[in-house]
């Protein structure tokens, strides 16, 4: 499978859009174990409905990492004209009045994704400590509000430790040489152990930690584990395993584009009949960003995404093809430099969706997302007549499959030896846990799934 790398990807789409699938491939990472399945059963979505989230890159608290970030790209990359502009005359902070107008949009039309939050952002000062330039109140208050606000509707995820300069971990210090080879978005220079990525991954996380903020995946800044993406999905695994107990890690680095699927992918999965299996979710995005780029600086094209009566655009070319819809775009470009342009366009799109698309989808975490998948690929579904029997390592709410019917009868569930009503739902807008539904092409079932055995006797 052909994904982009994301830096190269977005320099690309700003430029191009979405052409023909991706420059480059992904190094070979071991997909790992598989179950048995039956042929003629099938998991389908959540509840029968496409899901859609939002990945929000280079966000943080106060910050603007455009304003930052950019002196400290351009002098590890001179010759780039991508970081020749005039960072001077930008903001150097995004207010929490900001977030909060972001953050009650999201909530009332359940906007759900991803949220990145840099924890040394731009080398500027530690989130769980001091932020230079803000008085300690504003950055607990700026905390704060990314917990009660964001946090519930946004899985929080480091990118990385500055996002800009390579930290050594035994002194807390960046790198003293500045060049391509000592920034995150290069990093590392060459080959680097599990135990060494997962090491750098830790750090970043155990940062937020302290600053009450729970994570279960990672978001790679740039081309940050280019070269060693087996060991990364490992090392990703171990760290946010150990850090936070993650049941189910993932990450976020890469784009899908044009026709391939954007569905997750499961990585190195490890020890399925064990109390305790292990696998990766690499959880891809399927836009570029054209709510106005990294720094902001560049006009919102939000028509890309949906136009306004979303008859068209990527969303809804995704949305008409089943598979998962992630927007992506960085929290400068939403801001725009102060005008919010990028954040009106981000409303208007959502608002598009919603008016044509409001019965056939669903806003979903990264993390949902991500045990979704899980849970799609990695129970074990078997047969025998009209009883399906599934095996599931992972527990999953709105666990959806559709199977074919040798009798008329009401299906009858089992979870863990206990009967579970279904009630049937008279149209697919009704779908949801404990119902089923009687269609043409076979009988509709969804439910929470809990690890463990299941049976479903159709």
């Not at 500055?162 to 960046?174: E, K």
């Not at 049941?247 to 976020?252: A, N, S, T």
């Not at 007549?385 to 095996?391: E, F, R």
């Amino acid at each position: 499978m052909i994904r982009s790398r994301r830096r190269d990807f977005l320099k690309r789409a700003a430029a191009a859009g979405i052409a023909a699938a991706g420059a480059s491939a992904a190094a070979a990472i071991a997909p790992g174990e598989r179950p048995e399945r039956a042929g003629d059963v099938a998991v389908l979505n959540p509840g029968d409905r496409v899901p859609l989230s939002f990945f929000i890159d280079d966000s943080t608290c106060l910050v603007n990492m455009g304003h930052f970030c950019m002196p400290q790209f351009a002098e590890a990359w001179p010759d780039s004209a991508e970081y020749r502009r005039p960072w001077r005359s930008w903001p150097r902070e995004i207010p929490d009045a900001f977030v909060r107008e972001f953050g009650e949009f999201c909530a009332e039309h359940d906007v759900r994704g991803k949220y990145s939050v840099v924890p040394y952002p731009a080398c500027v000062g530690w989130l769980d400590r001091e932020l230079p330039g803000w008085s300690r109140r504003e950055l607990l208050d700026s905390l704060a509000l990314v917990r009660d606000l964001i946090a519930p509707r946004f899985d929080i995820h480091p990118e990385m430790i500055s996002h800009t300069r390579i930290i050594d971990l035994a002194t807390g210090r960046p790198r003293a040489e500045i060049s391509a080879a000592t920034m995150e978005n290069s990093y590392p220079c060459g080959k680097k152990s599990v135990d060494e990525l997962a090491s750098y991954l830790a750090y970043a996380l155990r940062i937020l930690g302290n600053c009450g903020l729970a994570c279960e995946g990672i978001t790679t800044p740039g081309g940050f584990g280019n070269g060693v993406n087996s060991e990364l999905s490992l090392a990703v695994q171990q760290a946010v395993g150990d850090v936070f107990k993650a049941e189910i890690p993932h990450y976020f680095k890469y784009v899908s584009e044009a026709a391939e699927s954007t569905r997750p992918v499961l990585e190195h999965v490890r020890g399925l009949t064990s109390d305790a299996p292990r696998v990766t979710v690499n959880v891809p995005a399927a836009t570029g960003d054209w709510f106005g780029g990294w720094d902001g600086n560049e006009p919102p094209r939000g028509h890309r995404y949906a136009t306004d009566d979303a008859a068209g655009g990527r969303m809804v070319e995704l949305i008409e093809r089943g598979e998962p819809a992630v927007m992506l775009c960085h929290w400068p470009g939403l801001y725009s430099h102060g005008t919010k342009r990028g954040l009106e366009a981000f409303k208007r799109v959502v608002l598009a969706l919603e008016g044509r698309f409001a019965h056939r989808t669903r806003w979903m975490t990264i993390s949902a997302m991500a045990r979704y998948a899980a849970a799609r690929e990695l129970t074990r579904v078997a047969r025998d007549g009209a009883t399906i029997s599934l095996t599931a390592p992972f527990a999953c709410p709105d666990f959806t499959l559709r199977a074919a019917r040798p009798t008329g009868a009401p299906p009858v569930l089992s979870c863990g030896g206990r009967p579970v009503v279904l009630e049937e739902a008279r149209a697919a807008r009704d779908l949801a846990p404990g119902r089923f539904l009687r269609a043409e092409d076979g009988l509709r079932v969804c439910f929470d799934l809990p690890k463990g055995l299941s049976t479903l006797a159709v």
